[in-house]
């Protein structure tokens, strides 16, 4: 039972579970912030486009156009989902564009190692064989 209380504090201590850690909880704030500028911002512009074109004078009613209500009413609410597409269109974007950005980050970094490792090169074996070579010429004479 210690050994497996070891092993899972181990686990919870590798880089990938933290940062899948940080990652959801990051990734919860940022849907929270999606959700409200789509519902304050995005969903009652739509209205207003829907508004004008079908000459409804009230935002709310304009969206209600999009729902549907069949049999004994029964709604179904298309705007409701057209708000799901949109959030989801919007956080799918800001995700890429992070994720873009991470790899640029990641990929400069990286070439800049490189560029540090190729300008100083570090000794081979041969080179310090052919010091020991040297050293033991100048003691033999």
């Known amino acids: 039972m210690k050994n497996m209380l070891k092993e899972f504090k181990e686990f919870m201590m590798k880089?990938?579970?933290?940062?899948?850690?940080?990652?959801?909880?990051?990734g919860g704030a940022f849907t929270a912030i999606v959700k409200n500028v789509?519902?304050?911002?995005?969903?009652?512009?739509v209205g207003l486009v829907v508004s004008l074109i079908t000459g409804t004078k009230d935002l709310k009613g304009a969206l209600s156009v999009l729902d549907?209500?069949?049999v004994k009413g029964?709604?179904?609410?298309f705007s409701l989902v057209i708000s799901a597409i949109i959030t989801f269109i919007i956080t799918g974007f800001v995700l890429f564009m992070?994720?873009?950005?991470?790899?640029?980050?990641?990929a400069a970094r990286k070439k800049k190692e490189e560029a540090v490792e190729a300008a100083d090169p570090k000794p081979t074996a041969e080179d310090y064989l052919a010091e020991i070579r040297d050293l033991l010429k100048e003691q033999a004479k």
């Open 74 to 77: 029964v709604t179904f609410q």
């Open 15 to 26: 880089g990938d579970v933290l940062d899948l850690a940080v990652g959801i909880v990051i």
């Open 38 to 45: 789509v519902d304050g911002l995005i969903t009652p512009l």
């Open 68 to 70: 549907w209500t069949p």
């Open 98 to 106: 992070i994720v873009k950005a991470a790899n640029k980050a990641k």
